[in-house]
């Protein structure tokens, strides 16, 4: 919902996915569509003939108006679109990142202007938020589950902004707050399944972040479902990270990555931003890492954002999270913002390195068992209660 379309009403719309505290600005880094260019400068004008022409109609997809800064949000012609992190950093290789890259991809798109905000206390949810709302800010993206109440309560008092709220469920609709959800356990299903076709000691584990976030949880109990629907015999250790400091303790990752290497384990997912990208990194360091000692990254293809990890990785358990955001950014923007809760897809990163070691018939089968999750006819049995 772009509150300069407010007059015009909700559109009801169907999207398809493709597959901090800081109290000064100077916390927040900004981004502007196209950064690298600057507006093109008008051509001279020429000598107009004895009887001037009517002006030439601007072709229907020209490039949109660039939003160079947040100094008028307000403004017709503004687009500005505002994240703010959970507790992790936004180069946290993972979900924050990932998001961060869908709010600059609608920029680019719509001509807007994106700027972050990192929260290193969650008692600064809301003054992060009002950050944003205080300049008018068209759309907010706040990233996290922990953070979905204050999503809620800004947007009750700021009904123009439209909210993007990231791994948020939401119970009851508000028109202007859209809650981006994914079917975690599927993903971690998936990944699981590949674990336990491909483990040679039975012995498989996982480090992840706290289990009081849903998505954690979903991915960790999808995961050990996969695996032991894939080997009833094999084993599976899971650790998760107590609720404080759970998504940015890359040494704690580490430290409970290497237990699980010396207590057999040859398969090990890694799920908790830079937490579980710890995990990742001291797997790659074990010997036999990529011939016989693998992990398993999260969220967004981690091969690319965490290439320490990247001679151990079998793959990642994706969330189309960067199309999913940049998405409802777009909608707000074209006055059709949906509200409620919008799902996005999951699926498997490619094999990259590890292409060569995985069998064609294990690929066949993980490839059926993906297919199966998304017309619904393998079911994971994970629930939260």
Same mark, same amino acid.
């Given at each position: ?6 007059? +015009? ?5 169907? #999207?398809?996915?493709?597959g ?14 196209a ?9 001279? *004008? ?7 022409a009517?002006?030439?109609e601007a072709?229907?997809?020209a490039?949109?108006?660039l ?12 687009f ?8 992790g950093?936004v180069d ?7 998001a ?11 001509? %807007? ?6 929260t ?11 950050q ?7 759309? =907010? ?6 953070? %979905? ?5 800004a ?15 939401q ?5 202007? #707050? ?16 590949? +674990?336990?076709?491909?483990t ?17 949880? #979903?991915?960790?109990e ?6 032991l629907?894939?080997n009833?015999? +094999? ?15 890359p ?16 398969? =090990?997912?890694?799920?908790?931003g830079?937490?579980?990208? %710890? *995990?990742l ?9 990529g011939?016989?000692?693998?992990c398993?990254?999260v ?10 990890a ?13 199309? %999913? ?26 094999y ?9 018939d294990?690929?066949a089968?993980?490839?059926e068992? =993906? *297919? ?9 049995g994970?629930?939260?209660?």
């Amino acid at each position: 919902m772009h509150r300069k379309l407010l007059a +015009a009403g909700f559109v009801a719309a169907a #999207l398809v996915l493709a597959g901090c505290s800081s109290s000064t600005d100077e916390a927040a880094t900004d981004a502007t569509a196209a950064a690298s260019e600057a507006p093109a400068e008008e051509a001279p *004008a020429e000598e107009a003939p004895a009887e001037e022409a009517p002006a030439e109609e601007a072709p229907a997809d020209a490039a949109p108006a660039l939003t160079t800064d947040d100094s008028n949000c307000a403004a017709p012609e503004s687009f500005c679109i505002g994240l703010v992190t959970d507790t992790g950093k936004v180069d946290d290789k993972s979900f924050n990142q990932s998001a961060w890259e869908g709010a600059q991809e609608a920029a680019n798109v719509t001509g %807007g202007f994106a700027k972050y905000i990192e929260t290193t206390d969650p008692k600064d949810y809301l003054n992060n938020i009002g950050q944003f709302t205080a300049k008018a800010y068209d759309v =907010i993206v706040t990233v996290g589950f922990l953070m %979905g109440e204050a999503s809620i309560e800004a947007a009750k008092a700021n009904p123009n902004t439209a909210f993007v709220g990231v791994d948020q469920f939401q119970g009851e609709a508000l028109p202007n #707050l859209t809650g981006l959800v994914f079917p975690e356990d599927k993903a971690g299903y998936a990944a699981g399944y590949l +674990a336990g076709l491909m483990t040679k000691t039975n012995k498989l584990g996982a480090v992840l972040g706290t289990d009081t976030v849903p998505p954690v949880k #979903l991915f960790g109990e999808g995961y050990k479902a996969g695996v032991l629907a894939a080997n009833p015999e +094999a084993e599976v250790t899971i650790v998760y990270h107590e609720p404080n400091n759970a998504f940015n303790d890359p040494e704690w990752g580490a430290a409970e990555a290497k237990k699980q290497l010396a207590q057999g384990a040859d398969i =090990i997912f890694g799920a908790g931003g830079n937490t579980g990208n %710890g *995990a990742l990194i001291e797997i790659a360091k074990a010997p036999g890492a990529g011939e016989s000692i693998f992990c398993i990254g999260v969220d967004t293809d981690q091969y690319f954002t965490v290439p320490q990890a990247q001679k151990c990785l079998l793959t990642s358990a994706e969330k189309k999270l960067k199309q %999913g955001t940049a998405d409802l950014v777009i909608a707000a923007k074209d006055g059709a913002f949906p509200g409620g809760n919008f799902f996005g897809n999951t699926g498997l990163a490619p094999y990259h390195d590890t292409e060569s070691v995985v069998p064609a018939d294990v690929k066949a089968q993980v490839d059926e068992v =993906i *297919a199966g999750l998304a017309d619904g006819s393998i079911e994971t049995g994970v629930t939260l209660g």
